[in-house]
């Protein structure tokens, strides 16, 4: 069996020297995949993903990537090695235009970055013709918009993204969603962490209820849409 493209393996471990979070999980994603990771408030979603960051301090476990091991890494260097994180909140620099948001993004690359540009500008139109717009003027949809066009900009194996949708409408909600599959079919994995866990689990190739920094469920999406203890525990029956 071939390991994952992308693999979190029994991770444990948390913020500094504080108490662990997590307790033995593992997340993996595949070339061009959605993977979801869904659970209760408090339950370590969003801390296991920084974990494949590498933004906190694992006391056992390992992260490979492609087959290599990178826990040692940091964050920046995992930028490097194809890794690309847009965090729930504080993820453009309002100030800066569109365009310039957009340029920042792609600042650890040294060729030509016109055609991926091109091609943000593609898949969120809306961009374009706000382009030298402040980007701290935009709705709160359209600077999700912008913060997932930023990481693009570094050309990503990975797209990993805690909490897209927070905060939009529904509307907005199904548009971010169709943007993010369109993403995995070029071949880029996604890895996201979603409250709103029915929808997210309707596009997810593969899904994780995190519950208590472990894993509860680990499935395709539609079979934990299907399972009646997922439903019943966590999504409202």
Request: hydrophobic fraction near 40%.
């Amino acid at each position: 069996m071939s390991e994952p493209f992308l693999i979190g393996e029994n991770m444990t471990g948390g913020y500094g020297t504080g108490a662990d979070i997590l307790h033995g999980c593992t997340l993996a994603v595949e070339k061009g995949e959605i993977a979801v990771i869904v659970g209760p408030n408090g339950a370590g979603k969003s801390t296991a993903m920084k974990a494949v960051f590498g933004m906190l301090n694992l006391r056992t476990g390992a992260v490979r990537l492609d087959g290599e091991d990178i826990t040692g890494l940091t964050p920046q260097a995992r930028v490097g090695k194809g890794m690309g994180f847009v965090p729930q909140t504080s993820n453009i620099f309002t100030s800066l235009t569109v365009e310039e948001n957009l340029e920042m993004g792609a600042f650890i690359r040294r060729d030509d970055i016109a055609e991926t540009m091109a091609q943000v500008y593609e898949l969120f139109p809306i961009l374009k013709d706000k382009r030298s717009q402040p980007a701290g003027e935009l709705s709160g949809g359209q600077r999700q918009q912008v913060a997932v066009g930023r990481a693009l900009m570094t050309q990503p194996q990975v797209l990993m993204l805690d909490e897209p949708t927070a905060g939009v409408s529904p509307i907005v909600m199904d548009e971010l969603f169709d943007r993010i599959i369109e993403v995995a079919r070029t071949g880029i994995s996604i890895l996201m962490v979603e409250q709103n866990a029915r929808q997210a689990l309707e596009i997810a190739d593969k899904g994780y209820v995190l519950v208590q920094g472990r894993n509860g469920f680990t499935d395709t999406g539609k079979a934990l849409l299907a399972n009646p203890e997922v439903r019943k525990s966590f999504l409202g029956g």
